[in-house]
């Protein structure tokens, strides 16, 4: 079996990975990226809105700015907040940040999965688009590859507790700067959201599925009750949905030399699902600590998991207990007051009291 060698070896080219992949190409190392895909960031399983922050990343992809968010509440009270952000195409999103990576030098390919890991040899077992095995040697991998992470699989770590979600995207009839969630027993263990895109409205709702098997019903539902609204069309332009982590962080982000970004570490926001910008963080700093744990600094990547903890640990704790919280409520009598969703949602003060 033919073998390459590489400084770092990044697996999943989502946005945490090819910020990995930038950041340590940037640092002159040696850096193979692969990804399972066809198409880096394809197919799009995402709302599109990222936060301000992620605005330099985002200009190649920037579609409109989001300035509030509309919580409606099980009894159509309507909480409006201050939610500056910008909606994006993730594809291209995505493909920014790994195109940066490549012209840095990092060797990007798809269709390239990982098959079996030998950790202990620094040895990664690919399979490409021809069927063809081989092996990749690495002196530090970084996964992120995503809530269902092979890497973690293979090395013997647990799954992560996910939940499910589902999207179309719909003609919008008239512009639109804010972005709507849905609190109801409709949604148990989730939410149910509406995210303005030019002229194109993503409409979706995320679930635990173990309390709504089905959620083709109640997001049709939505779709129609908008439609009737004369909000947005009837015409599906697209569909998606994918697996959200809500478990919160991993005990470790670190195994050995071995480092989780994004989903595959647990960091996205178990109430919001958020998790586009805490990958992209976390990914440059993977990149770096690699970069400085190669140049001779022992504790570099201890250190980076001490960094993410300090970044969102706290955040993520509060947003694991309160979804627990909401967990003991679904399908109950108190799942259809708003204090039950005050208590359970970033936009109200509740959700941050003691």
Same mark, same amino acid.
């Given at each position: ?8 070896? #990044?697996?999943?080219?989502? !946005? ?32 599109? +809105?990222? !936060? &301000? ?6 200009? !190649? ?12 509440? !099980? ?45 202990? $040899?620094?040895?990664?077992?690919? $399979? ?24 973690? $699989?293979?090395?013997? %770590? ?7 979600? $589902? ?5 919008? +009839? ?40 089905? =959620? ?29 982590? #809500?478990?919160? =962080? ?29 990958? #992209? ?19 570099? &990547? ?9 970044? +969102? ?11 627990? %919280? &909401? ?17 359970? %949602? ?9």
């Amino acid at each position: 079996m033919n073998a390459t060698a590489f400084d770092v070896l #990044v697996v999943g080219l989502g !946005p945490g990975g090819a910020a990995a992949a930038l950041a340590a190409a940037r640092a002159g190392l040696s850096v193979l990226a692969v990804d399972k895909r066809r198409q880096i960031g394809e197919p799009v399983q995402c709302a599109e +809105f990222v !936060p &301000l922050p992620m605005g330099r990343y985002a200009k !190649p992809a920037l579609v409109q700015q989001i300035a509030g968010m509309r919580s409606i509440l !099980p009894s159509g009270a309507i909480e409006r907040s201050d939610f500056p952000g910008l909606m994006v195409d993730r594809a291209a999103f995505d493909q920014a940040i790994a195109t940066e990576a490549s012209r840095n030098g990092a060797l990007l390919r798809v269709q390239t999965a990982l098959k079996d890991l030998h950790a202990r $040899r620094g040895e990664a077992v690919l $399979r490409g688009a021809n069927g063809q095995t081989e092996v990749a040697r690495y002196r530090v991998l970084i996964a992120a590859d995503g809530p269902h992470s092979p890497v973690a $699989r293979l090395i013997g %770590w647990p799954a992560l507790p996910t939940v499910e979600t $589902r999207q179309y995207s719909l003609p919008l +009839f008239r512009s639109y700067t804010d972005t709507d969630i849905w609190l109801s027993d409709a949604y148990p263990g989730g939410y149910a959201w509406l995210f303005p895109k030019g002229n194109v409205a993503n409409v979706g709702l995320g679930a635990d599925p173990r309390l709504l098997p089905d =959620m083709k019903r109640p997001l049709e539902t939505l779709c129609v009750q908008l439609a009737g609204e004369g909000l947005v069309g009837r015409a599906i332009l697209a569909r998606t949905g994918g697996a959200i982590p #809500v478990g919160g =962080m991993r005990r470790s982000l670190v195994h050995e030399n071995i480092l989780f970004v994004g989903d595959a570490a647990g960091l996205t926001h178990p109430i919001t699902g958020a998790g586009i910008a805490s990958a #992209v963080l976390s990914g440059e700093k993977a990149g770096q600590a690699a970069a400085a744990f190669l140049a001779g600094r022992a504790g570099a &990547l201890a250190e980076f998991d001490e960094d993410m903890r300090d970044e +969102f640990e706290d955040s993520l704790a509060r947003a694991v207990a309160r979804r627990q %919280w &909401l967990m003991e409520r679904w399908h109950t009598p108190a799942a259809r007051l708003d204090a039950t969703h005050k208590r359970g %949602w970033v936009a109200f003060r509740e959700y941050f009291a003691a």
